[in-house]
């Protein structure tokens, strides 16, 4: 959290006046990538005090990333600030990040509505330099660890500062981020005839980014908790996160909870897929077999935009994306 280097610099050197720098080095890995992040990094940060003795500090860290004859980290990659800069840069690109996840959801749901495709109007979006294609990506949402943890530090920044009109800006993101969840639960009841009640939906994916088991603030917890209040029957099944989705969801364990490794098991008499993270299994999987073990009209959600939704209709399937 911001200020964290000068609370810590005044217990330090709260006996030996001025014995300890402290630096503030945040770190941009990404789950699922972190190896390839360490190696080659976009970016590496590091904020310090503006004093003599602070910017000698930040030097011997910078010849650290920069390695023997800058084996490591190229120079030009390696940026210093004061501390603030840093502290505060860490939740400000985070929260930059999740600003553009809402987004582009947002504007999926106009698509929808209209008739657009949002992969079209991302891909054209994109090509515009001072945007760029990075994170227009239609979903479920944002989740993990750190996105909503930052966003929210910045909105108790703002309110601690008076900036009120800001913190209220930064709020909306994560609010918007919570109604992706329930726009996805509402597309699918209206899509299975405005009931849900005791139908069963295999729910591939409960991981919230592909390549990785983590499960905190997965958007897929918080649509399993909105069916299950409507009481449908759910085969969850993922490759990775199965054992943490057990544990996040003990609260609501009942005989119409299922934990399956197996997605065709998962999906068999179910009334619909519902496909919330994007591994590279789902795509090649038998969806013909699928198909046939399921019950009819058979639905396909896929929050991703990761299958063939051509294909899948020539099978026979319904099928909804986010923003199309």
Not at 137 to 154: E, H, I, R, T
Not at 282 to 296: E, G, H, Q, V
Request: net charge neutral; aromatic share 8%; charged share 25%.
């Amino acid at each position: 959290p911001v200020h964290t280097a000068a609370a810590m610099e005044a217990i330090l050197n709260s006996e030996d006046d001025g014995k300890f720098t402290v630096l503030s080095n945040p770190e941009f890995l990404a789950e699922g990538t972190a190896i390839k992040d360490l190696l080659n990094p976009d970016r590496v940060l590091i904020g310090g005090p503006q004093t003599p003795a602070g910017l000698a500090a930040v030097r011997a860290v910078v010849d650290i990333y920069r390695g023997q004859q800058g084996a490591w980290v190229p120079e030009k990659k390696i940026l210093t600030t004061n501390v603030w800069s840093a502290e505060l840069t860490k939740l400000a690109a985070n929260a930059m990040l999740a600003q553009r996840v809402v987004s582009i959801n947002a504007l999926a749901g106009l698509c929808e509505a209209t008739g657009a495709d949002i992969e079209e109007v991302a891909r054209v979006m994109g090509a515009d330099h001072r945007i760029g294609p990075k994170f227009l990506k239609a979903g479920p949402g944002f989740g993990g660890s750190c996105f909503k943890k930052d966003v929210l530090n910045l909105v108790y920044l703002c309110e601690s500062f008076g900036l009120h009109t800001a913190a209220e800006y930064w709020s909306q993101v994560i609010k918007m981020n919570d109604h992706q969840q329930e726009r996805i639960v509402s597309r699918l009841f209206k899509a299975m005839f405005n009931t849900l009640a005791n139908k069963k939906i295999a729910v591939f994916g409960f991981a919230f980014k592909a390549n990785t088991g983590d499960t905190r603030e997965t958007p897929a917890d918080t649509v399993v908790r909105l069916l299950n209040e409507e009481h449908v029957r759910l085969a969850i099944t993922d490759p990775k996160a199965l054992d943490n989705a057990k544990k996040d969801l003990a609260d609501i364990a009942s005989d119409a909870l299922a934990f399956v490794s197996d997605p065709y098991k998962a999906a068999k008499d179910a009334d619909a897929v519902l496909v919330m993270t994007d591994w590279a299994e789902y795509p090649t999987l038998d969806w013909a077999k699928i198909y046939k073990s399921m019950r009819k009209p058979a639905l396909v959600f896929d929050t991703r935009n990761c299958l063939d939704a051509v294909a899948l209709r020539k099978l026979g399937f319904k099928v909804l994306n986010v923003g199309k």
